[in-house]
């Protein structure tokens, strides 16, 4: 079973590039972020002509996240518990069957939290406090899930080019990092640093300053499992080439596969 996550930067702006990797890839499940559509206005019919499913939790302009998979979804569940103010579109998350039973997959867009004196930086924080009792609760209830999506954090040093740029960003901040450390603390497993320790492995880079030829990149693109999934961990990859494409997202996906 493949379990994908792509932050789209765009969905209609990306839309050919989607369908050119979905045809490539074959994922059981994508998880996309940032696709800066309402729902209605998602390309759905071109998606679903190729046979794909789509769920959507869409807001104009920015934010929004989307599944794509092969089988329709037993349940759908939209936006992160915890506050009702929140209109946000950033957490989707379904329940799909398979041969071990159901699993639960979340795709999920982290606020930046840039610039840090700003509401944005708290926010962010609040958010991330969500998602660790989010986790908690799915962790109480035994189902296998897997939470993926730009986290827009920064874990560790070696997850960017120089991470000395990033000292002054949301994305690198302590709070952030010892947010994202919490989630992990509660048993939950970095799929791709479970099975990698290569230097420079990123998912992101800025369309800025020459950082693609440069490889000037950080990762911010994590897919984190329950324990009982990460045992069936067969192996991740990043698809970098996508990058190179023609009118690239700034990110690429990340690709885990999980024995079905």
């Not at 960003?169 to 509660?186: F, I, T, V």
């Not at 030829?213 to 009982?228: A, C, F, T, V, Y």
Request: with cysteine.
């Amino acid at each position: 079973m493949l379990v994908a996550t792509w932050n789209i930067n765009g969905v209609k702006a990306r839309l050919d590039a989607l369908l050119q990797w979905l045809d490539e890839c074959q994922p059981d499940v994508a998880c996309l972020q940032e696709i800066k559509s309402v729902d209605e206005a998602f390309p759905r019919s071109e998606i679903e002509a190729r046979g794909w499913q789509i769920e959507t939790h869409g807001q104009k302009g920015f934010n929004g996240v989307a599944l794509v998979s092969k089988t329709p979804a037993l349940s759908i569940e939209r936006g992160l518990a915890g506050d009702e103010t929140d209109e946000q579109a950033r957490f989707l998350s379904g329940l799909w069957s398979t041969s071990r039973g159901p699993i639960r997959i979340a795709s999920l867009y982290l606020p930046n939290g840039n610039p840090v004196g700003t509401d944005k930086f708290p926010y962010k924080l609040r958010w991330m406090e969500r998602l660790e009792s989010t986790a908690r609760q799915w962790l109480a209830e035994e189902t296998p899930f897997v939470l993926a999506g730009d986290y827009n954090v920064i874990p560790q040093p070696e997850d960017a080019k120089n991470a000395a740029d990033w000292l002054g960003d949301a994305l690198y901040q302590p709070e952030s990092r010892a947010a994202y450390r919490r989630l992990m603390n509660l048993g939950l497993v970095d799929a791709l640093r479970a099975t990698t320790d290569r230097a420079q492995t990123y998912t992101f880079w800025d369309y800025q300053a020459g950082a693609w030829p440069k490889n000037n990149g950080i990762r911010i693109d994590h897919m984190l499992l329950s324990p009982e999934l990460s045992a069936a961990m067969k192996g991740v990859r990043i698809d970098k080439y996508v990058r190179a494409w023609e009118k690239p997202s700034d990110h690429v996906p990340v690709v885990l596969n999980i024995e079905d």
